[in-house]
């Protein structure tokens, strides 16, 4: 499963992004897909993840971007979004979309996570 993020871009506080993760190959229909984040010396962070079908589509949040951020996938289109509002500078980082199999529990766990795609950068000025 080849993952790509594309969307990001330069917009102020307060603002919104809509970041997109697509598969070229095989569907990602039977993976869990999550969110990560990762800004410059920090390490990759958690953000968003929805669960693949079977597990009916359930979401899980970081703390830091509960309410402000949404996470949704259409199979059909072999598509992650996440929808990101109400943006803060804290937000800066380079966004990572990634698949994993690891039973719900653990996905927020960078570790469980393969077939990186390259990130999209998001900057947030105040």
């Known amino acids: 499963v080849q993952l790509q993020a594309f969307g990001g871009g330069l917009v102020q506080a307060g603002g919104y992004l809509r970041l997109s993760c697509t598969t070229s190959g095989r569907t990602f229909r039977d993976f869990h897909v999550g969110w990560f984040r990762q800004a410059p010396e920090k390490e990759r962070e958690f953000v968003a993840a929805?669960?693949?079908?079977?597990?009916?589509?359930?979401?899980q949040y970081a703390d830091s971007v509960k309410g402000r951020f949404s996470i949704s996938r259409d199979n059909a289109k072999n598509t992650v979004y996440l929808q990101m509002n109400s943006l803060k500078p804290e937000d800066t980082a380079v966004y990572y979309c990634?698949?994993?199999?690891?039973?719900?529990?653990?996905?927020?766990?960078?570790?469980?996570?393969?077939?990186w795609g390259q990130g999209t950068q998001v900057t947030v000025s105040s």
């Open positions: 990634a698949v994993t199999q690891i039973v719900w529990a653990y996905v927020h766990d960078t570790q469980y996570y393969t077939n």
């Open positions: 929805v669960a693949r079908s079977a597990y009916g589509r359930s979401t």
